[in-house]
């Protein structure tokens, strides 16, 4: 199975940009034969799951549209990770974010590795 790891800071101020990278256990031929589809997801507190955005491939990006005026999202396969940058934070941006993988290359595949999270919290 492959492994995934979430990490970036725990603290971010608002209207500053969130930074998180997701360091996967994959070789960049594997990513680049776009097998698989990535995401980012969060949880807020006391709320569900929100999908954030995903990449394919190298460079096909999806982002959920409540975001994605804010949201980037793109792979450094020179060091196999992906990464989540999300703009003009604000405290409703605090959540758990987690980085997975889907099973396929789409995003209606389901998610067959998940990372463990990590806390972001956007406060001064």
């Known amino acids: 199975q492959v492994q995934v790891q979430e990490s970036g800071p725990g603290l971010v101020k608002p209207s500053q940009t969130l930074s998180l990278t997701c360091t996967v256990s994959v070789s960049a031929d594997s990513i680049a034969a776009g097998s698989y589809c990535w995401s980012w997801i969060r949880q807020p507190p006391g709320k569900g799951l929100e999908w954030v955005g995903a990449?394919?491939?190298?460079?096909?990006?999806y982002y959920n549209p409540s975001l994605k005026s804010r949201t980037s999202v793109s792979w450094d396969t020179s060091k196999s990770y992906f990464t989540l940058q999300l703009n003009s934070v604000t405290p409703e941006d605090t959540a758990v974010y987690y980085c997975?993988?889907?099973?396929?290359?789409?995003?209606?595949?389901?998610?067959?590795?998940w990372g463990q999270g990590t806390q972001v919290t956007v406060s001064l």
């Open positions: 990449i394919a491939g190298y460079d096909i990006t």
């Open positions: 997975a993988r889907a099973s396929g290359p789409f995003l209606t595949d389901p998610y067959d590795s």
